[in-house]
């Protein structure tokens, strides 16, 4: 039980911290169409997907509501075309690098232990304070 309360304290606190940091990096603003309000901010390989990658701020694109979820062509889409276009932008906006990063790591199937927890809310107020 104390266990479970401490992992959700992590949890919440790395979320904060992501939320904020990746905002900053984008200066709050749509990083696909530049728009400033409705920001969200989008996993961009999925939290059930992946669970490592969640507080990962490679992992991290900000996107205004209608690039998240509402726009025919949006990360959410359920059009599949919308989709396909969001993705073929995403494959440009994406560099190399970040993109192979994400592709190793979503292949990692390790456990979120509270270790993990720890290291990347640790890792994540380094880069607050940075
Ligand atoms: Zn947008």
């Known amino acids: ?3 479970r309360k401490k992992k959700k304290r992590l949890q ?4 904060r911290l992501w939320n904020k940091l990746a905002m900053e990096r984008a200066n709050h603003k749509c990083e696909r169409c530049g728009k400033t309000t409705n920001l969200n901010v989008h996993h961009i390989i999925g939290k059930g997907r ?5 507080w990962d701020l490679a992992n991290a694109l900000v996107l205004c509501s209608s690039c998240h979820t509402f726009g025919r062509v949006s990360a959410h889409s359920t059009n599949y075309f ?3 276009m969001f993705a073929e932008w995403l494959d440009k906006y994406l560099d190399k690098n970040r993109a192979d990063y994400l592709q190793t790591r979503e292949k990692q199937s390790m456990r979120v232990t509270i270790q993990f927890l720890e290291e990347e809310n640790e890792r994540l107020k380094a880069l607050e304070q940075s």
């Open 50 to 54: 992946c669970r490592v990658l969640r």
């Open 1 to 3: 039980m104390e266990t």
């Open 82 to 84: 919308g989709q396909k």
């Open 12 to 15: 919440t606190s790395s979320k």
